[in-house]
């Protein structure tokens, strides 16, 4: 069993920054990508940036420039430093794993419950 924590979500003012975090636990051996994901209300959940364990990086193009992200994999943890936050970065924000190997077998995609990011205008 595999478990993703996120947090650092909450509300902000336009042009300001968030920090996320998302932690897996469990008896992982290694998870080949993580990321972030997001869905607005009546949209649907979209890419913002996911990172593989080599380092290998793919940004939503409504972020890049703005976003971050990076891992630890020692700690099997990701994060997304997101700058110069609009308004239309409201969403909520979904941790994703992907490809983890543990230690009684492979698995494929986990999801986290999501963290709110709200930005005011």
């Known amino acids: 069993q595999v478990h993703l924590v996120e947090s650092g979500g909450g509300l902000v003012q336009r042009g300001g920054s968030l920090r996320l975090s998302c932690a897996a636990s469990?008896?992982?051996?290694?998870?080949?990508?993580m990321g972030w994901y997001r869905q607005a209300p009546g949209k649907q959940r979209e890419l913002v940036a996911v990172?593989?364990?080599?380092?290998?990086?793919n940004y939503g193009d409504s972020v890049k420039g703005r976003f971050t992200i990076s891992r630890d994999n020692a700690k099997n943890t990701v994060y997304l430093q997101m700058n110069s936050l609009k308004p239309e970065d409201t969403a909520v924000y979904y941790c994703n794993a992907g490809r983890i190997i543990t230690t009684m077998e492979a698995l494929d995609d986990y999801w986290g419950q999501g963290t709110q990011v709200t930005v005011s205008s």
């Open positions: 990172m593989t364990s080599g380092g290998s990086t």
């Open positions: 469990g008896s992982i051996v290694s998870i080949y990508v």
